[in-house]
Each structure stands twice: as structure tokens, then as C-alpha cells.
């Protein structure tokens, strides 16, 4: 059983940054990889950005690309997602959740979901 915590959400101004971590427990070999996604009031949850933990290999969804940067910390467990350049539209709770496989788009790849951390962000 892995268990995911996220922390780091906040409320911040329009241009400004977050950073959010997410710690994992129970990890196993079994684990391919992580990804953040978020999920905004009225909307469906969207993917973000994902990471091997292997290799590390990064993805992007194209609305955060060159503003967001996902890393990972493999002696900590802990996955991180840096937001810069923040835009009201960013505003969502922000998931993180682990995956088995090298897919990474689709919430259906992934095992073990965090609770979720609100982001907020003025305009």
C-alpha cells in the first residue's frame, strides 16, 4: 500500500510561485512513476506533469510547460513540483499519484492518489 501526502498549497498572487511536495510510503520496485494533476471547481481533473523515478524522464501538460518543473528526491520519496509564473487559471486542488506503468497521461495509469492540496492563486 503507498501512501501519498501533498503539501505546499497556498494562496499567492498572479506571477508568483509555489512549491509543492509530495512524500510517498510503502513504495515499492513496483513503482514506475509519479504525476501531479490538478482538478479546478466545475471541471474534470486534468494531468500536469509526471516523472520516472528511473531515469527521470519529465513530462508536461502544455499550459504549464516552461513554467512548471516536476523533480524528484529518490533517498526522500518525495516528489516536487515547482510553480512559477503563476496564473489565476492554475487555481485547483493539485493531486499527486503513482503509477506502474510508463504511461503517464491518463488518471486511469495510476495506482495511489494523494489527498490533494489547494492552489490559489489572485489575480
Known amino acids: 500500500q503507498v501512501h501519498l501526502v501533498e503539501s505546499g498549497g497556498g494562496l499567492v498572487q498572479a506571477g508568483g510561485s509555489l512549491r509543492l511536495s509530495c512524500a510517498a510510503s510503502g513504495r515499492t520496485f513496483s513503482t514506475y512513476g509519479m504525476g501531479w494533476f490538478r482538478q479546478a471547481p466545475g471541471k474534470e481533473r486534468e494531468f500536469v506533469a509526471a516523472?520516472?523515478?528511473?531515469?527521470?524522464?519529465?513530462y508536461y501538460a502544455d499550459s504549464v510547460k516552461g513554467r512548471f518543473t516536476v523533480s524528484r528526491d529518490n533517498a526522500k520519496d518525495t516528489v516536487y513540483l515547482k510553480m512559477n509564473s503563476l496564473k489565476p487559471e492554475d487555481t485547483a486542488v493539485y493531486y499527486c499519484?503513482?503509477?506502474?506503468?510508463?504511461?503517464?497521461?491518463?488518471?486511469?495509469?495510476?495506482?495511489?492518489w494523494g489527498q490533494g492540496t489547494q492552489v490559489t492563486v489572485s489575480s
Open positions: 499519484a503513482e503509477r506502474r506503468v510508463a504511461r503517464y497521461y491518463s488518471e486511469r495509469e495510476y495506482s495511489y
Open positions: 516523472i520516472n523515478w528511473i531515469g527521470g524522464n519529465t
